[in-house]
């Protein structure tokens, strides 16, 4: 049985205070995407890593994380104007070989999560493998209500990777395309259109999503 790991790499830079896409900024000795490359291209049982990209960064992209793929080789597509756009033209890609059967699980991650690790990748895959699918997971502990007063129960931050069977993840995708729904993330696609157990999977908070300027220091601490 072997992965694919989507990478989402088509935001932008404006909220991080920078000129550049924010997964080209340079974090420790690589670039920012480059470290979520490295962590799934780590896994043993990874068929493909696919990039999605803005229109135009192509070569940038390219030329950013090429120095860091040793004999490896990642593909690269075009997203769209929406997260959900960018999704389902990476399922697109991968089509012919999830209907093959070549490919049991995708994962899809956000670019801007630099410090996920291979663990959490791994522990994603594996379960989705297990149950159907898969979420990394955070205790949210520093939440109030509109009153003021703390919220109570348990509550959780889901992250990325999210990690699904590829067959009803395709699937839920082409359900969604004939509809014209978009989801704000692939669970909720999955959720509206598929019929998987979703797992939760222990995650920390120190995979961070860079999105301010101090989440751009915060990453760089963590990397020494």
């Known amino acids: ?42 896994l043993e049982d990874v068929r493909r890593v696919l990039l999605v990209v803005r229109p135009g960064e192509h070569t940038a992209v390219a030329d950013a ?4 793929l040793g004999e490896h080789e990642v593909g690269i597509v075009e997203g769209g104007e929406t997260r959900h756009a960018s999704e389902w033209a990476a399922l697109r890609a ?6 093959s059967g070549a490919i049991d699980v995708v994962a899809i991650h956000d670019g801007a999560r630099p410090m996920a690790g291979t663990e959490l990748f791994a522990s994603t895959i594996g379960t989705a493998r297990e149950h159907g699918g898969a979420l990394p997971v955070v205790p949210l502990t520093q939440v109030v209500r509109s ?24 699937a839920a995708y082409r359900a969604a395309d004939a509809d014209g ?3 704000t993330d ?39």
């Open 1 to 42: 049985m072997s992965a694919a790991v989507v990478i989402l790499a088509a935001g932008a830079g404006s909220r991080v205070g920078a000129e550049v896409n924010k997964v080209l900024l340079t974090l420790g000795d690589r670039p920012v995407l480059a470290w979520s490359i490295s962590a799934a291209l780590a």
């Open 65 to 68: 994380v090429s120095p860091y």
């Open 94 to 99: 991968l089509a012919p070989e999830i209907e």
């Open 147 to 170: 009153d003021g007063g703390p919220v109570t129960g348990d509550l959780v931050a889901v992250q990325t990777p999210q990690a699904f069977r590829a067959d009803a993840l395709l």
């Open 181 to 183: 729904f978009e989801g």
């Open 186 to 224: 692939t669970a909720s696609c999955i959720e509206r259109y598929g019929d998987l157990r979703i797992a939760a999977v222990p995650s920390t908070s120190g995979n961070l999503k860079i999105t301010f300027p101090d989440d751009v220091s915060l990453a760089a601490r963590l990397t020494r």
